[in-house]
């Protein structure tokens, strides 16, 4: 092949170290000349010891340079902190853990490509799933001067086929199918296996990588400033740490075990199972503190454009304007959404005990619900309830005169 028009090409591989990114890395430097800069996100899913095993192989199959990206303070900053503002859980289960960081990582992916002087930028993705969609639309919105290219897409590799070519190159390191495929990350690890294909099985538990240690149950206070969690047990931390904290405290009880079924970008079901004690535990206590703290109608709209976010975050469209319009919103409706949630950690799940804040609505000035009132006479009551009662009454009467 005539390469020699795109020999001083830089290219910015999206990398992991799996089979897929691998075969990309060796590919495309060595068949197609590309000077390949291999880079990866971490999203909260690696540990030191993980980023220097990526870096090896990503050299030695090939790659001009590897680069991690330390993105955990930014993925909290810009998409996990309006996730728990909208207490987001798609189809009422799913805390958006692979989806949200996808769209991070793809950001950072394409500005790196743009610091660097990239020609064009290449990832891993297959045709079947929801990660190409997301990291061609960020790519195109951002840069549409760089080429997008998914060679194992676009040649329809089959994972033997991928094998098979690294081990003609001399790369043998062991690429056996694990029987279930986890992707961790600050917001949740995703479980995937041979169950979640079909539509009539669950996971077993050792599928799921955190397994019970704890037995007795344990109390736990975690406090809001403004809808952030700012310390555990009275004890202060960034809510990162805080997160990261509270994952490892719950996930010794097995919590936040569940499987996630939905549509796809590209139109159809899907199942996958998950891990995300710690994301599930934040929502609902938040929601718990809202529920004491914010007006019916604040916590109405919040629950329609909380979902809307985490729809168009799930599609990909986290660059449209009208997601910063929603993350205006849901901010300002954090305004007195501070205090402390009472938790209760038992295996396999938790319950929420009590709130306390000094914005709490459940003033008993103003009297106790189904108790007694301090504020209105029972005359003000049978007047309201008369008023309040007219639209149905006369939509009542003329309709049984028309029937």
């Not at 930014?74 to 996808?102: C, H, Q, W």
């Amino acid at each position: 092949m005539n390469t020699s028009n795109i020999n001083n090409k830089k290219l910015v591989l999206a990398y992991s170290g799996g089979l897929d990114t691998s075969y990309c890395a060796l590919h495309l430097s060595k068949d197609q000349g590309y000077e390949v800069h291999a880079v990866s996100v971490n999203t909260g899913g690696f540990d030191d010891e993980e980023i220097q095993d990526i870096k090896e192989k990503a050299l030695q199959l090939g790659a001009h340079s590897y680069t991690s990206i330390d993105a955990i303070q930014n993925f909290y900053d810009t998409v996990v902190k309006y996730l728990i503002f909208g207490n987001v859980l798609r189809n009422n289960t799913y805390p958006l853990s692979v989806s949200a960081e996808r769209i991070v990582q793809a950001i950072e992916i394409v500005k790196y490509a743009q610091k660097i002087g990239a020609n064009a930028i290449a990832h891993g993705s297959t045709g079947a799933g929801n990660d190409q969609v997301r990291f061609d639309m960020i790519f195109q919105i951002i840069a549409p001067e760089i080429e997008i290219i998914t060679p194992i897409r676009d040649k329809q590799l089959s994972r033997e086929a991928e094998i098979r070519y690294l081990q003609e190159h001399g790369i043998s390191y062991s690429w056996e199918k694990a029987q279930y495929s986890i992707n961790k990350g600050l917001w949740g690890t995703s479980v995937g296996g041979v169950e979640t294909l079909t539509s009539e099985k669950g996971l077993p538990s050792e599928a799921y990588p955190s397994q019970l240690k704890a037995q007795k149950s344990k109390e736990v206070k975690l406090s809001f400033t403004k809808g952030e969690l700012t310390a555990i047990d009275g004890k202060p931390g960034t809510p990162v740490l805080n997160i990261q904290k509270l994952q490892e405290m719950t996930a010794a009880y097995a919590i936040g075990r569940d499987i996630h079924v939905g549509d796809t970008i590209i139109g159809i079901k899907g199942r996958v199972g998950f891990e995300a004690a710690a994301p599930l535990v934040v929502i609902k206590a938040h929601h718990l503190l809202e529920k004491h703290t914010l007006s019916k109608w604040q916590q109405f709209q919040k629950e329609q454009l909380g979902n809307f976010y985490g729809m168009l975050l799930h599609e990909g469209n986290y660059l449209d304007e009208v997601m910063r319009n929603i993350e205006a919103f849901l901010t300002d409706t954090q305004k007195n959404v501070s205090g402390d949630v009472f938790v209760t950690l038992h295996p396999y799940r938790f319950e929420l005990t009590g709130i306390q804040s000094e914005y709490d609505l459940m003033a008993v000035s103003f009297g106790s619900y189904g108790e007694m009132n301090k504020a209105w006479t029972a005359s003000d009551a049978k007047g309201f309830i008369k008023i309040l009662s007219n639209p149905a009454k006369i939509a009542t009467q003329v309709n049984k005169n028309h029937d």
